[in-house]
């Protein structure tokens, strides 16, 4: 699958996931708004009903007071309540009086005038009650309204309709000033509150305001059972945009593998290349007597030596294979790893003073002995000298420092060269199987980029680390490690 296929599936797949997100947020936003409109309704009609109950309460009152203050009042309920009780006849209303007369003509004339009598001292005191209340807007707030009565009234309503929030209440005038607050309602909340007018038949100058604060509101509109059925919708989206994330990850890791195995490949048959020619120019003259005679000896030596490298370099693939299929077994036995360093080093020191450089050791662990897999291990350990002088630089003397000691209840090993050094952007690769720090042509350096896989494989099967420092022209410094036997 082309690159260019790929980021436009995941173009395709991101649009889409971030139209169906804002579906969601906008489908979450609108019941937002219904609860808030549905809750904003209710509390309407609820504090309407409380001014309905507050208007009831102060004709009520009005009532008690005007009948209290009529002149035998009680006796003359008593004597009446008595008289009708003795005939069985309960007290009309105005509007049934004349529907029910005719049904009294039977009785006697002295009970209806009792009756008569009776309907229009109601209808006075009745009237005389319109009177005083119609009088009552004169009279301070303070004295019209029992403003604890108001905070019960409130809760009751609010109850009623299952919304039990906790609010702050207050009353003001008509030109907005509080007259009565209840503790913790602050003159800011007034913008936020619910407001219903009191007594809205008094005169325009004597209006009041009762004023309603609920600090909790937004948590009560976007509460869990707001967003309780979208919640699984945006958790079920999030696991497809989790899966999507990790299959182009896994699509792209695999696109860059096979990337890299084709480099493997081609860098495999130019390595394997050299030597097959070199041995069949050798054959070639073999075959030639004049020439058999003249340079048997270095025939036999180049053949030698070549057939050495083809091995070698199947030896290193046939190991990185085994080590990757977990059929390669550690044979783990105690090694000295100052013994190692000083026999890997002196394959290298030729090498390195040919090209007028020099390797220095300064094997200062006192404790060196380790338990691992001699053969790996040192296999570790030429890979990376191997490194330090493959990827040194062309026109300066190649200096290898290979160092060790001991910090707790570790071995340290640190192979240092300065060489080309590593890029930041690659140090975090060069431990990739097939990854290969190039210099421009992916032949010049030698290899399949195994080595550093190899290493970085055998190492956490010894149950170590290994850690790479590097600086971009300026060198590189491996360090092992590894827990000493105590």
Do not use: C
């Not at 869990?224 to 945006?234: A, D, Q």
């Amino acid at each position: 699958m082309k690159k260019s296929t790929i980021w436009l599936i995941v173009g395709v797949m991101i649009f889409a996931f971030a139209g169906l997100m804002y579906l969601q947020i906008d489908y979450l936003k609108v019941i937002a708004e219904n609860r808030s409109s549905q809750f904003r309704e209710s509390v309407r009609l609820n504090l309407l009903q409380v001014s309905r109950s507050l208007e009831l309460d102060e004709t009520s009152r009005l009532f008690d007071g005007i009948l209290a203050n009529t002149t035998d009042t009680q006796e003359q309920l008593i004597r009446y309540a008595e008289k009708l009780k003795s005939k069985n006849i309960t007290i009309p209303d105005k509007v049934t009086f004349n529907r029910r007369k005719s049904d009294l003509r039977t009785e006697s004339r002295s009970i209806q005038d009792d009756l008569y009598e009776r309907y229009l001292y109601y209808e006075n005191l009745l009237s005389e009650v319109i009177r005083t209340n119609m009088k009552a807007n004169e009279l301070p707030i303070e004295e019209r309204v029992d403003f604890d009565k108001i905070k019960v009234y409130i809760q009751t309503e609010l109850a009623n309709n299952n919304l039990a929030l906790p609010f702050l209440y207050a009353i003001s005038d008509r030109n907005g000033n509080l007259v009565f607050k209840s503790p913790g309602f602050r003159a800011q909340n007034s913008g936020d509150a619910f407001k219903q007018t009191l007594f809205p038949k008094d005169p325009p100058n004597k209006l009041f305001t009762l004023q309603v604060y609920f600090p909790t509101i937004k948590d009560y509109v976007y509460s869990l059972e707001t967003i309780r059925l979208i919640v699984p919708s945006i958790v079920f989206t999030f696991a497809l945009l989790l899966a999507f994330v990790v299959t182009i990850y896994i699509i792209l890791r695999q696109k860059k593998l096979s990337e890299m195995k084709s480099d493997f490949i081609s860098n495999m048959t130019h390595e394997l290349k050299t030597p097959v020619t070199t041995i069949s120019m050798a054959g070639q003259m073999l075959s030639d007597k004049d020439m058999v005679h003249k340079m048997l000896g270095q025939i036999s030596r180049t053949v030698t030596d070549e057939t050495k490298r083809l091995q070698f370099l199947i030896d290193k693939v046939l190991q990185m294979s085994l080590v990757e299929d977990g059929r390669s077994v550690m044979k783990i036995r105690e090694v000295d790893v100052n013994d190692v360093l000083l026999n890997v080093a002196q394959l290298f020191d030729i090498q390195v003073k040919s090209r007028k450089g020099s390797l220095t050791l300064a094997l200062d662990a006192t404790e060196s002995l380790v338990y691992v897999d001699e053969m790996h291990f040192t296999n570790v350990l030429f890979n990376l000298m191997e490194n330090a002088v493959k990827y040194s630089k062309e026109d300066v003397p190649p200096i290898l420092k290979v160092k060790t000691w001991n910090d707790r209840e570790n071995i340290m090993i640190s192979i240092s060269d300065n060489g080309i050094g590593i890029k930041r952007d690659n140090l975090k690769k060069i431990f990739d199987r097939f990854y290969r720090v190039s210099r421009g042509n992916i032949h010049d350096v030698k290899g399949f980029g195994l080595g550093l896989a190899y290493v970085k494989k055998i190492i956490d099967g010894l149950g170590g680390t290994i850690k790479v420092e590097s600086e971009y022209k300026a060198g590189t410094t491996f360090t092992i490690i590894l827990p000493y036997i105590q």
